[in-house]
């Protein structure tokens, strides 16, 4: 027997003696006395231990013993897989290469190049989400890797990023709820080589519009639906050969109609806008536009309401790859830019300004990818894209501001890109739909 | 016909490289890599060539540690059919990478071996004549222009004096220069489609090379920043201020 267990032993046979005598229940001390007891016996036991306890030097050329790092797949892992990389830098090779040296004249002239956007076609944005048995390339939800892509784009310029990415929201939604019969007509012309230029159509010119309660009707009419409203801000819509329009059934349930741009009763309003002006925004005119049951995109409540969603989370993502854009012109810039003999960025109100852009871009892309991730894991994802919309509006508007700010002067001026980054980052608090990821 | 591409895994044209602070070389961890810009230029020629008709395979082979595959994914995804990886985790000099090629190119009996002129990392540029010279067939260095004409290829160099036209045997080794071609961008489907294109696994073992070391890097340093500049008011002070330095 060991001096410990002697110890604790003795220690115990004392500890049991003072707590079965009976004499502690006449005079009420039983439980003052029990806790006493405890608290002895435990810190007793304690210092029996240490007492008993040595350290040893032991000297080995050996490693030290580190937890290894778990596998990618955790919870809060966000690193994008070896694919979505690959996409990502593609995305952004392109952005970097293309679409940030056209933006300016793109800007000016109020459109987007048709080169350019054939080279984006070319890219295949839209192929990616269309299955394979469609002539796509895509196998399984990709939303995540949708983000990255819009996001990189956005980083090149959110005008053309949604000019080139306006015709994948059809194709998706055609995925997404299109019945085999409206696959099988529209998807295989989005796998082509000449791909339709196709924009969703949800957003109305309404105070304070709710995606909702939409104002435009879609009125059964026999074997018909009569459509009539007008839909807003509708990327590319005069060069574009279909719509997914948004309209309010007779009962109020918002629902989703394939419109081809042939249809009586449509027409077309340029509606030029603070930024965004590279995508051609205009307002569709519906005028008792009647299209066949067949058109309608999906009987299933939920898919209005998910088409909304993953609208919010590439607006987010939007607004995620331009606030990094303008993060990244800034950094260089408070270093260089000198005042008072020394960089700007030396001065504690622009580094905590440059600070609080990082961390509230950080904040919007890591609730993006969230919501994105639940997407595409099939789950529940309308609040995160909730939380990533009012992130997109406040946070990307505000980086859009504090990046004119911290530019002074130069901020306002065309010579450089911010002051067009500012408006673009306002459509994400404004627009709803435009784009699907 | 067979066409072998080398490709290397690099620190990104556009990081700004920084040297280790113990000077044993620069900081690779944490920092982009993407494929050698002269080696796209190669992946994109030999799927020009394909596109023609002269070229009806392209395998892509790279000689690295297991991130490397990721740069065999991109040259898939360029067009490559399928890909070899000789797996090796240590430092590869230019005569073993040779070495270790020739014998791919040995085995998989290709009639062109296209390669970048160098990487942008190192920037040797010994590794296609290396292999040229290790099998003892024709070298065609910095081409700007190649032309397959049934077992010959016609290729047009940039030397100094302006350009040479030059026309070797195939087997041929054609190192790339950049006025070569403009890679296109991937494809973003192709980069789906690469996941599911084969890369086979090799070694130096394998393939018979024992990795040697000619030569030894002692020593890496940055270049020196350059100094503040003096501003001269006037003619004659500048002049002065030359004769000062001994410049006139």
Same mark, same amino acid.
């Given at each position: 027997?060991?001096?410990?267990?002697?110890?604790?032993?003795?220690?115990? #046979?004392?500890?049991?003696?003072? *707590?079965?005598? =009976?004499?502690?229940?006449?005079?009420?001390?039983?439980?003052?006395?029990?806790?006493?007891?405890?608290?002895?016996? #435990?810190?007793?036991? #304690? &210092?029996?231990?240490?007492?008993?306890?040595?350290?040893?030097?032991?000297?080995?050329?050996?490693? =030290?013993?580190?937890?290894?790092?778990?596998?990618?797949?955790?919870?809060?892992?966000?690193?994008?897989?070896?694919?979505?990389?690959?996409?990502?830098?593609?995305?952004?090779?392109?952005?970097?290469?293309?679409?940030?040296?056209?933006?300016?004249?793109?800007?000016?002239?109020? *459109?987007?190049?048709?080169?350019?956007?054939?080279?984006?076609?070319?890219?295949?944005?839209?192929?990616?989400?269309?299955?394979? &048995?469609?002539?796509?390339?895509? &196998?399984?939800?990709?939303?995540?890797?949708?983000?990255?892509?819009?996001?990189?784009?956005?980083?090149?310029?959110?005008?053309?990023?949604?000019?080139?990415?306006?015709?994948?929201?059809?194709?998706?939604?055609?995925?997404?709820?299109?019945?085999?019969?409206?696959?099988?007509?529209?998807? =295989?012309?989005?796998?082509?080589?000449?791909?339709?230029?196709?924009?969703?159509?949800?957003?109305?010119?309404?105070?304070?519009?709710?995606?909702?309660?939409?104002?435009?009707?879609?009125?059964?009419?026999?074997?018909?639906?009569?459509?009539?409203?007008?839909? &807003?801000?509708?990327?590319?819509?005069?060069?574009?050969?279909?719509?997914?329009?948004?309209?309010?059934?007779?009962?109020?349930?918002?629902?989703?109609?394939?419109?081809?741009?042939?249809?009586?009763?449509?027409?077309?309003?340029?509606?030029?806008?603070?930024?965004?002006?590279?995508?051609?925004?205009?307002?569709?005119?519906?005028?008792?536009?009647?299209?066949?049951?067949?058109?309608?995109?999906?009987?299933? *409540?939920?898919?209005?309401?998910?088409?909304?969603?993953?609208?919010?989370?590439?607006?987010? *993502?939007?607004?995620?790859?331009?606030?990094?854009?303008?993060?990244?012109?800034?950094?260089?810039?408070?270093?260089?830019?000198?005042?008072?003999?020394?960089?700007?960025?030396?001065?504690?109100?622009?580094?905590?300004?440059?600070?609080?852009?990082?961390?509230?871009?950080?904040?919007?892309?890591?609730?993006?990818?969230?919501?994105?991730?639940?997407?595409?894991?099939?789950?529940?994802?309308?609040?995160?894209?909730?939380?990533?919309?009012?992130?997109?509006?406040?946070?990307?508007?505000?980086?859009?501001?504090?990046?004119?700010?911290?530019?002074?002067?130069?901020?306002?001026?065309?010579?450089?890109?911010?002051?067009?980054?500012? #408006?673009?980052?306002?459509?994400?608090?404004?627009?709803?739909?435009?784009?699907?990821? | 016909?067979?066409?072998?591409?080398?490709?290397?895994?690099?620190?990104?044209?556009?990081?700004?490289?920084?040297?280790?602070?113990?000077?044993?070389?620069?900081?690779?961890?944490?920092?982009?890599?993407?494929?050698?810009?002269?080696?796209?230029?190669?992946?994109?020629?030999?799927?020009?060539?394909?596109?023609?008709?002269?070229?009806?395979?392209?395998?892509?082979?790279?000689?690295?540690?297991?991130?490397?595959?990721?740069?065999?994914?991109?040259?898939?995804?360029?067009?490559?059919?399928?890909?070899?990886?000789?797996?090796?985790?240590?430092?590869?000099?230019?005569?073993?990478?040779?070495?270790?090629?020739?014998?791919?190119?040995?085995?998989?009996?290709?009639?062109?071996?296209?390669?970048?002129?160098?990487?942008?990392?190192?920037?040797?540029?010994?590794?296609?004549?290396?292999?040229?010279?290790?099998?003892?067939?024709?070298?065609?260095?910095?081409?700007?222009?190649?032309?397959?004409?049934?077992?010959?290829?016609?290729?047009?160099?940039?030397?100094?004096?302006?350009?040479?036209?030059?026309?070797?045997?195939?087997?041929?080794?054609?190192?790339?220069?950049?006025?070569?071609?403009?890679?296109?961008?991937?494809?973003?489907?192709?980069?789906?489609?690469?996941?599911?294109?084969?890369?086979?696994?090799?070694?130096?073992?394998?393939?018979?090379?024992?990795?040697?070391?000619?030569?030894?890097?002692?020593?890496?340093?940055?270049?020196?920043?350059?100094?503040?500049?003096?501003?001269?008011?006037?003619?004659?002070?500048?002049?002065?201020?030359?004769?000062?330095?001994?410049?006139?």
């Amino acid at each position: 027997m060991s001096v410990v267990d002697r110890f604790t032993g003795i220690g115990l #046979r004392w500890v049991n003696q003072i *707590a079965g005598a =009976p004499i502690l229940d006449r005079l009420g001390l039983r439980r003052p006395t029990e806790q006493a007891l405890y608290h002895g016996t #435990r810190i007793g036991f #304690r &210092s029996a231990a240490a007492a008993a306890r040595g350290f040893k030097r032991v000297q080995t050329l050996g490693q =030290p013993a580190r937890p290894s790092s778990p596998s990618t797949s955790g919870l809060f892992d966000l690193t994008p897989s070896e694919d979505q990389q690959m996409l990502q830098d593609a995305a952004r090779r392109f952005a970097d290469e293309a679409l940030r040296p056209a933006a300016a004249a793109a800007d000016a002239a109020g *459109a987007a190049d048709a080169t350019l956007l054939e080279g984006a076609a070319e890219l295949g944005l839209g192929v990616l989400n269309i299955p394979e &048995s469609l002539g796509g390339a895509g &196998s399984e939800r990709s939303a995540v890797a949708n983000a990255l892509v819009a996001e990189a784009l956005a980083y090149g310029d959110m005008a053309l990023a949604v000019a080139a990415l306006a015709p994948s929201a059809v194709s998706n939604a055609l995925v997404l709820w299109g019945d085999a019969t409206q696959q099988a007509s529209y998807l =295989p012309a989005f796998v082509n080589e000449h791909a339709p230029m196709a924009a969703l159509a949800l957003h109305e010119p309404q105070v304070l519009f709710d995606p909702f309660a939409l104002q435009t009707q879609a009125r059964r009419d026999g074997a018909d639906y009569v459509l009539s409203g007008v839909k &807003s801000l509708v990327p590319r819509a005069a060069a574009a050969e279909l719509f997914v329009v948004a309209a309010a059934l007779d009962d109020g349930e918002p629902a989703l109609f394939i419109v081809e741009s042939s249809e009586a009763g449509l027409s077309i309003e340029a509606e030029p806008a603070m930024g965004l002006r590279a995508a051609e925004t205009a307002r569709l005119h519906l005028d008792a536009l009647r299209v066949p049951a067949s058109a309608r995109l999906t009987h299933d *409540a939920a898919a209005y309401r998910d088409a909304v969603a993953l609208s919010r989370v590439a607006w987010a *993502a939007l607004a995620s790859g331009t606030a990094q854009a303008a993060l990244d012109y800034l950094i260089p810039y408070v270093n260089e830019r000198t005042a008072f003999g020394e960089p700007i960025s030396h001065r504690q109100s622009v580094a905590f300004a440059v600070a609080d852009i990082s961390i509230e871009l950080s904040g919007l892309r890591l609730t993006m990818l969230r919501a994105a991730s639940r997407a595409e894991r099939g789950v529940d994802f309308l609040r995160e894209a909730a939380l990533a919309r009012r992130l997109a509006a406040d946070k990307g508007a505000r980086i859009g501001s504090e990046a004119v700010q911290l530019l002074g002067g130069h901020g306002f001026v065309k010579e450089h890109p911010v002051e067009r980054w500012y #408006r673009d980052l306002r459509a994400a608090g404004v627009v709803e739909g435009m784009l699907l990821i | 016909m067979k066409a072998l591409v080398s490709v290397k895994r690099v620190v990104d044209y556009n990081v700004r490289v920084q040297v280790k602070s113990d000077g044993s070389g620069v900081v690779t961890d944490g920092v982009k890599h993407s494929m050698n810009p002269f080696d796209e230029i190669a992946m994109e020629e030999a799927v020009r060539l394909k596109e023609k008709g002269k070229v009806t395979e392209i395998v892509a082979v790279t000689i690295g540690g297991a991130k490397n595959e990721e740069t065999l994914r991109t040259a898939l995804a360029f067009g490559a059919d399928r890909a070899i990886h000789v797996k090796e985790e240590g430092e590869v000099q230019p005569l073993t990478a040779a070495k270790a090629l020739a014998a791919v190119l040995k085995k998989e009996d290709a009639k062109l071996f296209i390669c970048g002129k160098q990487a942008i990392d190192d920037d040797a540029n010994q590794t296609g004549q290396m292999v040229a010279a290790l099998l003892d067939i024709a070298q065609a260095t910095f081409a700007s222009k190649v032309e397959i004409e049934g077992d010959k290829a016609k290729v047009t160099r940039e030397v100094d004096a302006g350009l040479e036209t030059i026309e070797v045997d195939l087997p041929a080794v054609v190192t790339t220069d950049l006025r070569l071609n403009e890679p296109r961008y991937l494809k973003l489907p192709d980069i789906m489609k690469a996941k599911k294109k084969p890369i086979d696994a090799t070694s130096f073992g394998d393939l018979g090379v024992t990795p040697g070391a000619g030569f030894k890097v002692t020593k890496t340093t940055p270049p020196p920043t350059r100094s503040k500049g003096v501003m001269v008011k006037t003619v004659d002070e500048l002049v002065s201020a030359l004769k000062g330095k001994g410049l006139l």
